[in-house]
């Protein structure tokens, strides 16, 4: 950054997916910042624009549709309704929050490929892929599964396995099979075109280590690693139905890759907003851009997304990049496949009107340079021991009594002590601070300076005890409750970037119109016999069976996931010993084995069962050869009612145990027996 002035602020917000709701770990890492951020600006009286948008392409969708068997339009439009919707209730200040599947995101993105097109930016190169003939189409890496090369884990998709968390390609899986068909792909040719990021290594080293050495320690260390390893072409195109045409003749049936529209998704949703103006916020040296985002975004933001900005020509570069590390939940991961979360249309059905507490608590743990852990103890200390105890005791006493004593008007302030003096000295030294935190992105800091701008407050009206005082001394109670409440409007102002329903109640209270920042630090905010408004509570306790009620909710979600993800199948029906008893399970001798024609996957049998032998049909023939059970014992039902399948007749079943993964074993006893011997 340097020294430079900038004319205004440009700031982004990840664009989360829209295949599902969002949860306090997308708070906590990027709204809820980029919003302290953006009305700290706003505060200051800085020209600012605040830009999100749902990211409504990409195979999570289509993934999502297909299971609910419906479109991914479908899914995009419910979901970006209910993410939007979240984010209005936390008060999550966009100047626009649109959608990547819009019109104008179509043109503008395919606008900018086009002209990286045009100007020769990228390779084209034909590749082998996998190809699910059956569907008829190429297999994104997230429509491949097979068994991880390094776990084992059967269930690995073709870019991570999520066992053991190594990232993969799809060739790399064995026994790959399409989710689609569950057939096994085969490898196809395709073209694609690549943006050839190993050409603007030396220009990204420049401008990342050596120009913006400012950056955050952990975005920082992360571009290095990157660059240090060495970058390498990047396709820019995918085989799928969904998404943004490339706009090249030839390319039918191939989609922008998702990770090159979505941050294109900044400039369209800024151009919807301003169509005349967007180019100011886009293409002037004066504006300020600052990408919002999470660790797992560093990457596009960091390397990828400029490269693109930078070979198209006309448009800025980011100033920075304050990315957040990981929120945990309870100690894990949170896992949206596994409902391991909080989310927040849930928190707010939970918790009504209580969305600052939220915010609070995602500031004071803030993952800014490690993953953090949230927990719902925390959660409840946090507002307890703080915002109940500190701010809105503050708040409500200095209240309270200036009602009590001065029929709710501001008292005049008479003469100073040294005391009052030094606790208005210490609020000014914490404005100063303040601003040097939210100037350098470190949030949970400038917040934790803002309480104790309430801490100040609390000790001074505890130490000065006007309620004492009001027997003897009404003026000296006077200057008292004047001094708490300047402070009380100050703390409206402090608070207001990260507590916005907190500090409009505290306006409404103190009967005051919104402050600007330039205020903050100043003891005149309230003319002596200003009429207050009506005093309310700022925060409630919250009881420990609120608390509890959600510890589990989590702890019922982790025992049914602990359930699902057991490879042993749960206990049938009971049943009673005679029903067991009904059944005639004998051992007999394969004589002979064959295929059944037409019929992959069964074989049929004919076994010795010392009553003059008969035929079983069993679908097995997927995990077996016929050579390999000729002449070996099984165990099988003898008096099952006869059945035809492909028209030959079955005289009872051979018992095999299923894994898991669905493969089979056949039932064999460890010494041999006499054929027809009984199973008991």
């Not at 049936?253 to 967007?278: C, H």
């Not at 249309?345 to 609070?360: I, N, S, T």
């Not at 029929?407 to 030094?422: A, I, Q, R, S, V």
């Amino acid at each position: 950054m340097g020294n430079k002035h900038f004319k205004r602020t440009l700031i982004t917000t990840a664009l989360p997916y829209a295949n599902g709701p969002v949860h306090i770990g997308h708070l906590a890492g990027v709204y809820v910042p980029a919003d302290i951020y953006a009305r700290y600006l706003r505060l200051k009286g800085e020209d600012v624009l605040m830009i999100g948008g749902s990211d409504e392409h990409g195979v999570p969708i289509t993934l999502r549709a297909k299971k609910e068997g419906v479109t991914p339009q479908d899914i995009v439009d419910r979901f970006h309704y209910i993410i939007k919707k979240s984010f209005e209730d936390f008060g999550i200040s966009f100047d626009i929050y649109s959608r990547t599947s819009s019109e104008t995101h179509h043109q503008v993105a395919s606008g900018i490929f086009r002209t990286l097109y045009d100007k020769g930016i990228f390779i084209e190169k034909t590749s082998e892929q996998y190809y699910d003939e059956e569907a008829g189409q190429f297999l994104a890496d997230r429509y491949i599964t097979g068994t991880c090369p390094h776990c084992g884990n059967e269930n690995a998709y073709g870019d991570q396995c999520e066992a053991c968390g190594t990232s993969l390609s799809p060739t790399e899986l064995k026994n790959p099979r399409s989710t689609i068909s569950g057939n096994s792909p085969v490898m196809r040719e395709t073209k694609h075109w690549y943006l050839p990021l190993d050409r603007y290594e030396e220009w990204l080293r420049q401008w990342i280590l050596e120009e913006h050495t400012e950056w955050k320690s952990n975005v920082y260390g992360q571009c290095k690693s990157w660059l240090d390893m060495g970058l390498q072409p990047r396709a820019v195109s995918r085989d799928l139905d969904w998404g943004i045409p490339v706009p090249v003749e030839g390319a039918e049936g191939k989609v922008l890759y998702v990770w090159f529209d979505a941050p294109i998704g900044y400039i369209s949703n800024t151009k919807e907003l301003l169509p005349d103006d967007w180019e100011t916020w886009w293409k002037d040296d004066e504006t300020r851009l600052i990408h919002f985002i999470g660790k797992d975004n560093i990457v596009f933001h960091c390397i990828v997304f400029p490269t693109m900005l930078k070979t198209e020509g006309s448009y800025i570069l980011p100033d920075n990049v304050p990315a957040n590390e990981f929120l945990n939940l309870e100690g894990d991961k949170i896992s949206t496949s596994k409902n391991w979360a909080v989310w927040l249309h849930e928190y707010l059905e939970d918790f009504p009107g209580k969305q600052d507490v939220m915010r609070y608590v995602l500031t004071a743990n803030a993952p800014e340079t490690k993953d953090n852990d949230f927990t719902w103890k925390d959660f409840q200390a946090r507002n307890n021991n703080e915002l109940l105890a500190v701010f809105g005791n503050f708040v409500n006493r200095a209240l309270v009594l200036t009602e009590k004593y001065f029929d709710g008007k501001t008292p005049e302030c008479n003469e100073l002590t040294d005391y009052d003096k030094d606790t208005l000295k210490e609020f000014g030294e914490v404005k100063s601070e303040m601003e040097r935190l939210l100037d350098t992105f470190h949030f949970r800091d400038a917040q934790k300076e803002a309480m104790n701008l309430a801490r100040i407050g609390n000790k001074y009206l505890t130490d000065t005890e006007p309620w004492k005082l009001a027997k003897t001394d009404m003026n000296r109670v006077a200057t008292i409750l004047n001094v708490s409440l300047q402070i009380t409007a100050n703390l409206a102002i402090a608070f207001e970037p990260f507590l916005p329903f907190s500090s409009e109640k505290l306006y409404n209270m103190l009967n005051l119109k919104h402050l600007t920042w330039e205020n903050l630090g100043r003891f005149d905010l309230l003319a002596p016999g200003r009429q207050l408004g009506k005093t309310e509570l700022l925060f409630e306790k919250i009881e420990d069976e609120i608390v509890e009620k959600q510890v589990q909710k989590l702890l019922d979600t982790r025992k049914a996931n602990e359930s699902a993800n057991s490879k042993v199948a749960p206990i049938g029906e009971t049943i009673q010993y005679e029903d067991f008893m009904k059944l005639d399970i004998r051992v007999g001798t394969v004589l002979e084995c064959t295929k059944v024609p037409k019929a992959d996957k069964l074989l049929q049998f004919k076994i010795d069962d010392g009553l003059g032998g008969r035929t079983i049909i069993s679908g097995i023939a997927g995990y077996y050869t016929p050579e390999e059970l000729v002449g070996k014992q099984v165990c099988f039902i003898a008096n099952l009612a006869p059945r035809k399948l492909k028209g030959i007749e079955s005289q009872g079943m051979i018992l095999s145990a299923e894994n898991a993964d669905g493969s089979l074993a056949v039932i064999m006893p460890q010494k041999n027996v006499e054929a027809g011997s009984m199973v008991k």
